[in-house]
Structures are given as structure tokens and as C-alpha cells.
């Protein structure tokens, strides 16, 4: 997201934390492919589409509740990301029409915090 600059130096700080990022989720992503290769019989995972919620423990809801929770972590993500570039833009006097989304080093850009969410919330409407 666009929180570069709350680090203390950014120049270090991405390219190592994006490093660790990618290694972290490469070795979750690998583990369940190998933790199912080895524990699931062959004609689940050939015929089970939804193997991974139908082995869940304890109970087949948790993968539901899992995609649910990450889908909503995404979306709010991208609420805080999208209002962040908005105000770095009219910080950056990119276009004049958004100067009103300007901000102050270390305010939380609201204004366009409430108008991301309105053009989320029509979105889904």
C-alpha cells in the first residue's frame, strides 16, 4: 500500500520488507500442496474439487469463513491504499480538480477516505 512514508527510511525498509513478503508466502503457498500430496488419498484430491474445505478441521466452514474474513481484509486494503493515492495525487497538485483531497504530512487523508467509500459503496450498489 502507500504507507512509504511512515517508514524511517523507505529506501532499506521496501525492498527488504517485500522480499520477506514474498519468501513468507511462498513457503504457506508450498506447504499445503505438499501437506496434501502426502496426507490425502489420490482419489480426493482427483475428485474433490473442494478438497481443502472438505479436510478443513474442525469443521468445512472454517475455509468459508477464512475466504470471507480475507475478502474483507482485501476490501479494506484497498479502501486505506486508495485513499492514500488519492491524496498523494492532489499532494502532488497532479490534477487541480482534486486539491481538495490535499493533505498535511502526517494527517490521515479523510476527505478522500469518505470519497473512496462512496465510490465503493455505489459500486456494490
Known sequence: SNRSADLSDP??????????????????YMTFPIIF???????????????????????????????????IGAALTSL????????AIANDKVLPILNT???????EPKKA???VGIICACAIC
Open 113 to 115: 477516505l469518505l470519497c
Open 80 to 87: 486505506i491504499s486508495g485513499s492514500r493515492l488519492l491524496a
Open 11 to 28: 529506501e532499506r525498509d521496501i525492498p527488504r520488507g517485500t522480499f520477506i513478503a514474498h519468501i513468507i508466502s511462498t513457503v504457506i
Open 101 to 107: 483531497f490535499a493533505v498535511k504530512p502526517g494527517e
Open 37 to 71: 500430496a502426502c496426507l490425502a488419498p489420490r482419489s480426493s484430491l482427483l475428485n474433490d474439487r473442494f478438497f481443502a474445505s472438505t479436510a478443513a478441521w474442525p469443521a468445512p466452514e472454517i475455509v468459508v469463513y477464512g475466504v470471507i474474513a480475507s475478502t
